[in-house]
């Protein structure tokens, strides 16, 4: 089980499309789900997604999909405990 949701890309300086969000439960990981999600919200488009440090899982996933860090990172929000995190593109 998992969900993935996308869209227009919010940040100013990246006008593409935007993964929001993707998540399947631990015991769907490694089965293709991540995969078939990622391929269902944004299909062969350019886009972009911020991801926490320290996810090397969810690192990996991304590169072996396009994706490489653009250079830019942040702090997240209190709800995230201000944790860092860096976006990635694909063009
Ligand atoms: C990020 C996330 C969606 C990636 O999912 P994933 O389990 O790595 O990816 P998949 O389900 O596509 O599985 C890919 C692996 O399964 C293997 N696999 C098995 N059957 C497969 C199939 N039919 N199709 C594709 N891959 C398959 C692949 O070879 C790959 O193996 P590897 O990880 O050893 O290289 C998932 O780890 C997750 O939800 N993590 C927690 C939340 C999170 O970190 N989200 C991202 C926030 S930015």
Do not use: K
Not at 34 to 41: S, V, W
Not at 81 to 88: G, K, L, N, S, V
């Amino acid at each position: 089980m998992g969900i993935a949701t996308s869209g227009p890309g919010r940040d100013e300086d990246r006008p593409d499309f935007e993964l929001h969000h993707i998540y399947t439960l631990a015991a769907s990981h490694g089965t293709g789900l991540g995969q078939r999600l990622l391929d269902t919200a944004i299909e062969n488009r350019a886009a972009y997604l911020w991801i926490l440090n320290g996810n090397p899982r969810a690192e990996r996933f991304y590169r072996r999909n396009g994706f490489e860090p653009d250079g830019t990172d942040t702090l997240c929000g209190p709800t995230w405990h201000h944790r860092p995190m860096f976006r990635m593109h694909r063009q």
